[in-house]
């Protein structure tokens, strides 16, 4: 059973950093895109952060040069650096991952989702 399990939400001051994990279990996921998406309140869910199984990046353009992607096959965990923060970050924060034969820049085709983390950011 695959299973995502986000953590590292919480509360913080604009201008602040927080580091997202997330441990996937169930399979391996090395071949997979893992990503990150975030839904404010009364807005749709949004990718912020894509990375392919070689480490190629992407971002929204709201949090390019703030947030920074990664992960660690061998501990099968992606991680979500997130600096200078704003109040505009706030949201629920989710992990996700789609199989290799789904394009890893596209939005679409993710099919495992963790639970989510709360991200606060006050001003």
């Known amino acids: 059973q695959v299973q995502l399990v986000e953590s590292g939400g919480g509360l913080v001051q604009a201008g602040e950093s927080l580091r997202l994990s997330c441990a996937a279990s169930?399979?391996?996921?090395?071949?997979?895109?893992m990503a990150w998406f975030r839904q404010a309140p009364g807005k749709q869910r949004e990718l912020v952060a894509a990375?392919?199984?070689?480490?190629?990046?992407n971002y929204a353009d709201s949090v390019k040069g703030r947030f920074t992607i990664s992960r660690d096959n061998a501990k099968n965990t992606v991680y979500l650096q997130m600096n200078s923060l704003k109040p505009e970050d706030t949201a629920v924060y989710y992990c996700?991952?789609?199989?290799?034969?789904?394009?890893?820049?596209?939005?679409?085709?993710?099919?495992?989702w963790g639970q989510g983390t709360q991200v606060t950011v006050s001003s």
């Open positions: 996700s991952t789609k199989p290799p034969y789904f394009s890893w820049r596209a939005s679409d085709g993710y099919n495992y």
């Open positions: 169930g399979r391996t996921f090395s071949s997979y895109t």
């Open positions: 990375i392919a199984s070689g480490g190629s990046t």
